[in-house]
């Protein structure tokens, strides 16, 4: 069954087009990567879909709804998340209270459930009494997809999760977005740059250039084609 679907998607910021007819398509449980340099539109895709982006045409479907006249809460709601590229924790409160506020936002989430984050990011309960503004970019990382998938998600949006971090954090966190959808069926877009990286980890992959999508197919063939990676300024 589809989760989302876009059809014939534009959209752009004050009347400058960004995306130009995209159709992309997410399944239950599936992982797909969106690939694409930057400034390609990834992330003007992201906000269209969970409507930070009200200036969009063409239909965006949701679990078989058209979502594309919705207001930002009740996509979210209906259990859309974005990890946003820029993390958008809250720097002066505590990791704790970070994951508390997630907690009132979402529908019959209990505080107890915050222990299951702890799980899956061990480093965060290390430092749940600490001002979230004082922790590693990629602790901050682990804490925004954490408040996401404290709020039981029905799709996760995830945007440029690896840029600027080491290895063995992306690793770590790449490891937490696998196990995820793999045991909990939780399908995620993974936005990249990185398209070795996201590749890897997804089944399928899109390819954007220009706000167009050019090419489409199964990640395992796409890691093997460099002429087609190389041509479009992903890798």
Known sequence: MTILSTENLLAGYDGAAVLHGVNIEIKEGEMVALIGRNGVGKTTFVKSVTRLISD???????????????????????GIRLVPENRGIFPKL????NLEVSCLY??????SEIKNIFRLFPRLEERKNLAAGLMSGGEQQMLSIGRAL?????????????EGLQPSITKEIADVLRETN??????????EQNANLALKMTTR???MVKGQIIHTGSS???????????????I
């Open 56 to 78: 969009t045409h063409g239909n965006i479907n949701f679990n078989g709804t058209n979502i594309s006249n919705w207001s930002i809460h009740k996509v979210a709601r209906a």
């Open 94 to 97: 505590t990791v704790y209270e």
């Open 205 to 207: 992959a899109y390819i």
């Open 150 to 162: 404290l709020a039981r998600p029905k799709l996760l949006l995830v945007d440029e999760f690896s």
């Open 182 to 191: 793999q045991q909990e069926g939780l399908p995620i877009l993974l936005v």
């Open 106 to 111: 979402a529908q019959n989430i209990n505080k």
């Open 220 to 234: 395992e063939e796409l890691l093997k084609n460099d002429q087609i990676l190389k041509e479009n300024l992903v």
